[in-house]
């Protein structure tokens, strides 16, 4: 019962953590595309739509299409796999 409650916990943050990141990509997708940049706080906050081809700070986005889907779809969705497994399989966490 221990490791099906784990299970549902971390299935539950993904979940989560998942659906926020896709909610927020299409909230700045809806107001922001094709709009100027947006000033708040006497311009010490700006919002500005941009689209990144790469990870994270563009890493990988010279690579061909191809290679990024090697890193950005497989390896790393081996590498969470394994730490999920990890999770559930480690008693301490």
Do not use: H, P
């Not at 909230?27 to 595309?33: P, Q």
């Not at 739509?49 to 890193?71: D, Q």
């Amino acid at each position: 019962m221990r490791i099906l409650k784990k299970i549902i916990l971390v299935c539950l943050g993904i979940f989560v953590l998942v659906g926020c990141d896709l909610k927020t990509k299409d909230i700045a997708e809806s107001k922001l595309s094709g709009e100027v940049v947006q000033s708040y706080l006497g311009g010490s906050v700006n919002f500005v739509y941009a689209e990144n081809e790469g990870g994270m700070l563009s890493f990988g986005s010279s690579l061909s299409k191809k290679t990024r889907f090697v890193i950005f779809t497989v390896l790393v969705g081996l590498s969470l796999t394994g730490l999920f497994v990890y999770m559930i399989i480690k008693k301490s966490i």
